[in-house]
């Protein structure tokens, strides 16, 4: 069972009252260490794209690493523009708004409209009822086992892993975001065409300064490794052996964060550069938790200490994983639908 595969248990209301009270100790900003995370990052990648400037004329055996390192600081601004979008990068929000939409400029992503997108996402994870926004699609086997051969074919396209981690992080990023949802209200859809204004700006000034050439082949390098690296950040975070899913009538908060989001425990140099975002759990019980806060909340105390940790090696099996099996509560793969239909 899911419980049984993350070491938590069901968590009793005494239990719950008491991680509320932990994790608002760690809610509240620091505006040193914003200001600290923010100039250890953006300093650096203004200097690479400084170094790139240079080394464009020497050689594209120095200029690609350089770009390629971009987008390892994109990771990691993108998690400072996500802590903004969740209010818990700086006290101010008006500051957070500001640092978001700059940083959104960076990572290509539309502030407003991409902040309604993951609100979503926090308020449903991990529930089978309100899939479809802000996620990874996943199917139930039931609902795969029911579904048109065009409809199969194209979630096991869209579960490929060189679709799902290298050319649709690219599109996403690039290309889909410069649209609105049908569902966003005026304010999310005015966010896109401002970002998508301010994009274009910022792409004519380094199109004059480094050449279209040079700059298409940096800047979508860097996107290009930012973008992989972040959804397969995210898969691993909601997508993985032990992870709990449930209908909406059983479905627990607790629970979707503790068990339906991963500790995902990574060398420090990696942890450094994905912004602490590893420790999914911890963010999920709280988003309002800065990244620079979360892996002292997770050592704070043994209640979140119990959730077993994903490690770089182990991560690799949920490659595999692909559909929700309802009546074994897990993840499963497509060689499990053999089993399934003879059933």
């Known amino acids: 069972m899911a419980n049984e595969a993350i070491g938590v248990e069901a968590k009793s209301p005494t239990e719950i009252d008491q991680w509320k009270r932990i994790v608002a100790e760690y809610q509240k ?4 260490r914003a200001v600290w995370q923010i100039v250890n990052t953006l300093g650096p990648y203004a200097l690479l794209w400084y170094l790139m400037y240079l080394s464009r004329s020497v050689s594209w055996w120095l200029t690609v690493p350089l770009a390629m390192l971009a987008g390892a600081f994109l990771v990691r601004i993108f998690v400072i523009f996500h802590d903004c979008g969740h209010g818990s990068h700086f006290k101010s929000r ?17 502030y407003y409209h991409w902040r309604w997108e993951h609100s979503v996402h926090h308020a449903n994870v991990s529930d089978l009822d309100k899939r479809g926004t802000g996620d990874i699609w996943t199917m139930t086997v039931q609902e795969y086992l029911e579904a048109s051969r065009w409809k199969r074919f194209s979630y096991r396209l869209a579960r490929n892993p060189i679709i799902l981690f290298l050319l649709a992080p690219l599109f996403l990023f690039v290309v889909r975001q410069r649209f609105t949802s049908p569902r966003a209200n005026a304010r999310e859809r005015r966010s896109v065409h401002w970002m998508n204004v301010a994009i274009l700006g910022l792409a004519a000034i ?68 994905s912004g602490n975002i590893g420790f999914h759990h911890i963010h999920h019980l709280s988003s309002r938790i800065p990244n620079y806060n979360l892996e002292r909340c997770h050592r704070s105390h043994p209640m979140f200490q119990q959730v077993r940790p994903i490690t770089l090696h182990s991560s690799m099996s949920s490659l595999t994983l692909r559909l929700w099996d309802e009546k074994l509560k897990k993840l499963v793969g497509f060689r499990h639908l053999r089993s399934a239909h003879k059933k």
């Not at 900003?29 to 040193?32: D, E, R």
Request: hydrophobic letters at 50%.
């Open 29 to 32: 900003p620091s505006t040193p």
């Open 206 to 273: 380094l199109c004059w300064v480094f050449g279209i050439t040079a700059y298409l082949v940096i800047q979508l390098t860097a996107i290009a490794v930012a973008a992989s690296v972040g959804v397969w950040m995210f898969y691993v975070q909601h997508q993985f052996e032990g992870v709990y899913w449930e209908r909406a009538e059983e479905w627990d908060y607790t629970a979707a964060a503790l068990q339906g989001s991963s500790y995902y425990r990574l060398p420090k140099i990696l942890q450094w550069f």
């Open 94 to 110: 008006k500051v957070n708004d500001v640092v978001g939409f700059l940083t959104g400029i960076l990572t290509f992503t539309p």
